[in-house]
């Protein structure tokens, strides 16, 4: 049999058993990494095509959770398709330090043959700081631990829920507290506030990945800060961006929120609630439910476990209980954010042995069973 096909302005006879050229992918270049903040600051893909293409479309979402941040696309290309990533939504945002998979789809412009499907992974880093990630600028959360020398140390997370590697700064006075914070001076890099025992509080700059130090730059936040006996940043609680920060009042039990601002401090304080003497614990818990908002958990004296789920408002909604009986032999509770790769924010605990314990979140604002992670924690003077 014959078929026919169009060429210009004539026609071309072509045998029914010659297959049809499907669209192919003879050549690319890719990437596996950007960062967002360095060189030329984008991820700049190209495929090179055995035939023209009508049109494509580049989908990139995020691994852990497959939400998609950004969809580029074009029409006629003659072979090459090219695009750049700037590490940004499509409403200009930059999106979370991390890993991210892209889906390339390309249609034959001859209509001949299916759509070319091509995809990947890029890890994402110089985009926005992810809340507790502190080094590798892969997403993770880390662990921030004082021991009896002075020494900070971020325990970092493998991705797999375990601790397997140590950025140390030495030199601090072994009655400091530590409190890990989200990027308030806008490097991209998330920051510590450090409580001294004169009471000032100093929001210290380590910059992505380096240790943190006495000698790192830091900004004043002002003194009197020893009137609080809590002192946590659930991430963003304002709904702006910017990460928050959390006290309690030691005398009263007045809980405050600070906002984080523009300018790199701290914001006056707000009263939020009075009176919260019957809550031995009040965790920063980061987002537990997927709604971008900074949220806390809360243990009373008979053991029950509380969540308020933040508004983004700068308030929080009314409390919801999560467990009963829970973590009684517990001396801290830290909320490290993602440290299991999944997206969703997790929980440590150390208790009275010193065994350190995961509570996975499942991203709906509860937890899982817990796993032990490791033993011998129970020389750290503080975990946080």
């Known amino acids: 049999m014959i078929?026919?096909?169009?060429?210009?302005?004539?026609?071309?006879?072509?045998?029914?058993?010659?297959?049809?050229?499907?669209?192919?992918?003879?050549?690319?270049?890719?990437?596996?990494?950007?960062?967002?903040?360095?060189?030329?600051?984008?991820?700049?893909?190209?495929?090179?095509?055995?035939?023209?293409?009508?049109?494509?479309?580049?989908?990139?979402?995020?691994?852990?959770?497959?939400?998609?941040?950004?969809t580029l696309s074009g029409g006629l290309t003659r072979g090459l398709v090219a695009t750049a990533w700037n590490g940004k939504d499509g409403s200009g945002r930059l999106v979370p330090d991390g890993a991210y998979t892209w889906t390339l789809t390309a249609t034959p412009a001859d209509g001949k043959g299916a759509a070319l499907i091509r995809s990947g992974t890029v890890k994402?880093?110089?985009?926005?700081?992810?809340?507790?990630?502190?080094?590798?600028?892969?997403?993770?959360?880390?662990?921030?631990?004082?021991?009896?020398?002075?020494?900070?140390?971020?325990?970092?997370?493998?991705?797999?829920?375990?601790?397997?590697?140590?950025?140390?700064?030495?030199?601090?006075?072994?009655?400091?507290?530590?409190?890990p914070f989200g990027d308030l001076n806008g490097d991209r890099c998330s920051d510590v506030l450090v409580r001294l025992s004169s009471?000032?509080?100093?929001?210290?700059?380590?910059?992505?990945?380096?240790?943190?130090?006495?000698?790192?730059?830091?900004?004043?936040?002002?003194?009197?800060?020893?009137?609080?006996?809590?002192?946590?940043?659930?991430?963003?609680?304002?709904?702006?961006?910017?990460?928050?920060?959390?006290?309690?009042?030691?005398?009263?039990?007045?809980?405050?929120?600070?906002?984080?601002?523009?300018?790199?401090?701290?914001?006056?304080?707000?009263?939020?609630?009075?009176?919260?003497?019957?809550?031995?614990?009040?965790?920063?818990?980061?987002?537990?439910?997927g709604d971008g908002h900074g949220d806390l958990l809360v243990q009373d004296k008979s053991n029950q476990l509380w969540r308020y789920n933040g508004t983004g408002k700068g308030t929080f909604k009314a409390r919801v209980k999560v467990s009963k009986n829970w973590g009684a032999s517990y001396n801290a509770v830290v909320g490290v954010g993602d440290i299991t790769g999944d997206g969703k924010a997790d929980l440590v605990a150390r208790d009275t042995s010193g065994n350190l314990w995961r509570c996975n979140g499942d991203g709906k604002a509860s937890f899982g069973s817990r796993t032990k992670i490791a033993t011998g924690w129970k020389g750290y003077k503080a975990l946080s």
């Open 199 to 289: 009471g000032a509080l100093r929001a210290y700059k380590p910059g992505c990945g380096k240790a943190l130090t006495p000698s790192t730059p830091y900004t004043s936040l002002g003194s009197g800060w020893n009137q609080y006996d809590i002192l946590t940043s659930p991430g963003d609680v304002t709904g702006d961006g910017r990460p928050d920060l959390i006290a309690r009042k030691a005398s009263t039990g007045d809980v405050y929120l600070f906002k984080g601002t523009s300018t790199g401090k701290l914001s006056a304080r707000t009263k939020l609630y009075s009176r919260w003497t019957g809550y031995k614990k009040i965790v920063g818990a980061g987002d537990l439910n």
């Open 3 to 70: 078929a026919q096909q169009g060429a210009g302005n004539g026609i071309r006879l072509i045998p029914s058993d010659v297959p049809v050229s499907s669209l192919v992918q003879l050549d690319a270049t890719v990437a596996a990494s950007v960062d967002a903040k360095g060189g030329t600051g984008q991820w700049s893909p190209k495929w090179w095509l055995n035939k023209p293409s009508a049109s494509w479309q580049l989908v990139i979402k995020h691994k852990a959770t497959s939400k998609a941040v950004r």
């Open 124 to 179: 994402l880093s110089g985009g926005a700081a992810v809340h507790r990630d502190f080094v590798g600028s892969d997403g993770f959360g880390e662990l921030l631990t004082l021991n009896g020398s002075g020494v900070l140390t971020y325990q970092q997370s493998n991705g797999a829920g375990k601790f397997t590697a140590k950025t140390s700064g030495s030199g601090w006075p072994k009655t400091v507290k530590a409190i």
